[in-house]
């Protein structure tokens, strides 16, 4: 069956500490891979995506991450935590095809120490 | 451009109640998603509608909730009755494609709903 793991439930690091959260996707073929972020009480905001093309793709807030077939990893990575940055983090496979939805990992929860 | 609107933001009903929510997506998306997040987890797909015809539904219990898009527009997810599983964040999306994958979804601030 087609899955998203994210391997960390919760996450701390300190501010102005580098970060990366972990994902891996199951299925032979490669998806579409997106990673979103979800403030408390708030719906899910898009960071970066990954089509095709250039692994390493730069996002919104300074995030990127990097796709890597044959570990099925997409990674995503901060150099440098911000306070703000504290939410909840979801990586999301989509396979295409002619129902295309997304699947959603259980979630990476950062808290971030001052 | 307008976001995804959904209401009510929050609803507490007691087991074997029933429920609706109300969802509007982006305009000119044709395609919507109705997803659900219980606490602690990913969100869960429950229905996609491509203009006002459903994609998929295979995870929609169905002797249980049910979904329409009016016109290919705006969208009700209906409850009926609750259960205290079904005590969740119910979101809604859009996107302005259904094939292919590479179109990014717009996800609404959810209504959480509380079953008692």
């Known amino acids: 069956a087609q899955s998203v793991t994210q391997p960390d439930i919760h996450i701390t690091v300190s501010e102005g500490a580098s970060l990366e959260l972990r994902c891996n996707y199951s299925?032979?073929?490669?998806?579409?891979l997106f990673w979103y972020v979800q403030s408390p009480g708030q719906g899910l905001q898009l960071l970066l995506k990954?089509?095709?093309?250039?692994?390493l793709v730069q996002g919104i807030k300074g995030f990127e991450a990097e796709f890597k077939r044959s570990q099925s990893s997409f990674n995503l990575r901060k150099p440098s935590v911000h306070w703000s940055d504290a939410a909840e983090y979801f990586c999301?496979?989509?396979?295409?095809?002619?129902?295309?939805?997304?699947?959603f990992g259980k979630g990476t929860k950062l808290s971030v120490k001052p | 451009e307008a976001g995804v609107a959904q209401s009510p933001r929050y609803k507490i009903i007691e087991k074997r109640q029933s429920v609706a929510f109300w969802c509007n997506p982006i305009?000119?998306?044709?395609?919507l998603y109705w997803y659900q997040q219980i606490l602690g987890q990913g969100p869960k797909l429950l229905i996609q509608?491509?203009?006002?015809?459903?994609?998929?539904d295979s995870q929609l219990p169905k002797d249980r909730f049910s979904a329409e898009r009016l016109k290919g527009v705006d969208s009700t997810l209906k409850i009926q009755p609750a259960k205290l599983e079904d005590s969740a964040v119910y979101l809604c999306?859009?996107?302005?494609?259904?094939?292919?994958?590479?179109?990014?979804?717009?996800f609404g601030q959810g209504t959480r709903l509380t079953v008692v």
């Open positions: 999306a859009s996107s302005r494609h259904r094939t292919g994958g590479s179109t990014e979804a717009f």
């Open positions: 299925y032979g073929a490669t998806p579409y």
């Open positions: 990954y089509f095709s093309g250039d692994t």
């Open positions: 999301a496979v989509n396979y295409g095809g002619s129902q295309g939805n997304l699947i």
């Open positions: 305009s000119g998306h044709a395609t």
């Open positions: 509608f491509q203009n006002n015809g459903v994609v998929d």
